[in-house]
């Protein structure tokens, strides 16, 4: 028998490769479960794209219907937009919380919101939705669910159990409530209205919006950041 | 016998390399405030990095990506043992963690991201990639020991 010893692997300290295994099985599902508990934080429970909690973003501002801010406010901005429009969902999601934060709570701007359809059938359901949720002066925090849950321009995500589960997340909304108001005539009235008048204004896309105050109207077309929503503001001022 | 590891060791490398420029491009994207190019246009990548679930406790999850991918290149970099264990650990937990962002996108968001799913994607090859190199290590490992 030779004396010669083959070289022989350097073990690990933790043991076979089947102990070394089992352990990294564990560690990975320990992190991505973590990973995945720490992502429910940022979520649409806890806060909008804002970093706002929706509760907390439209606390203390009046809303009657799809307006938001004092009824005497200064400024009017007309918000023509599309529940599926990304750009609409860009919108809400990264300019209106501090164009509400910062001019609608002082009482200076009302926004009201114009839903209307351009993208295609699935608007409709979505606008008579947020409508309906506004028959509880909640269409504000259902609008800004529906944008923080949007998905791909007709892409069939509107279905009743999407509409059903923002109805559920909308803080303060009697959902059996704003069933009973999807079904009903009004939202439908209240659609044709909005539709009626972004024809008169001639709204060729979404979002549309228009300034209307004391020093005359302005209009913009498109997603725009907060300084350029500002000095539209003072234009009409 | 290094050269019995060293072929899953490229393909770990390449495919770290095309992830951090993946998650690279959405961390820029993050931190630059506009929207990240979406194939065909649909909308889908902006929508889910506007997504509250796009950061986690203010870091966004592309900038973790990059943290996973920086780990999995150094794992292609490393010979021997320390080497494959760590790409495995970081190939399963970037494809456990990926899973959980691709049922948040489908059921969730109701949005898909193709770089989101190029990501998923370049991550479960890595676990394949891994587990190729662990599977190499072993039998080299039992071939020098008879």
Known sequence: ?237 | MKGRERGPRIVLGALAAVGLLISGYLTWVHYAGVAPECVGGSGGCETVQASSYATILGVPVAALGLVGYSGLLLSAFLRGGDGAYLGLLVALVGTLFSAYLTYLELFVIHAVCEWCVASATVMVAALIGAAARIWRLGEEGRAMEQ
């Open chain 1, 1 to 237: 028998m030779s004396s010669k010893r083959s070289p022989r692997r350097k073990r690990s300290p933790l043991g076979s490769p089947r102990t070394l295994l089992a352990l990294i099985v564990g560690v990975a599902i320990v992190v991505a479960a973590l990973l995945a508990v720490l992502s429910q934080f940022g979520g649409p429970q806890g806060g909008s794209a804002s970093g706002k909690d929706l509760g907390e973003l439209y606390s203390g501002i009046p809303q009657d219907g799809t307006t938001l801010g004092e009824g005497g406010a200064p400024v009017t901005i007309y918000l023509y937009e599309d529940f599926q429009c990304p750009v609409c969902g860009q919108f809400s999601r990264q300019t209106l919380p501090e164009v509400v934060d910062r001019d609608v709570r002082s009482g200076g701007v009302k926004v009201v919101s114009e839903p209307v359809n351009v993208i295609g059938p699935d608007s409709v359901p979505a606008a008579k939705a947020a409508l309906a949720a506004g028959e509880q002066d909640r269409y504000w925090q259902y609008a800004q669910l529906l944008f923080e849950h949007q998905g791909g321009e007709n892409s069939g995500y509107v279905t009743d159990e999407f509409l059903k589960s923002q109805a559920e997340k909308t803080p303060g909304l009697d959902v059996g409530e704003w069933g009973s108001d999807l079904k009903g005539s009004s939202v439908t009235r209240q659609l044709q209205a909005s539709q009626a008048k972004a024809q008169l204004a001639g709204v060729q896309g979404t979002p549309t919006l228009i300034f209307s105050g004391p020093g005359g109207q302005t209009e913009l077309v498109g997603f725009y950041d907060y300084d350029r929503i500002s000095r539209a503001i003072a234009q009409v001022d």
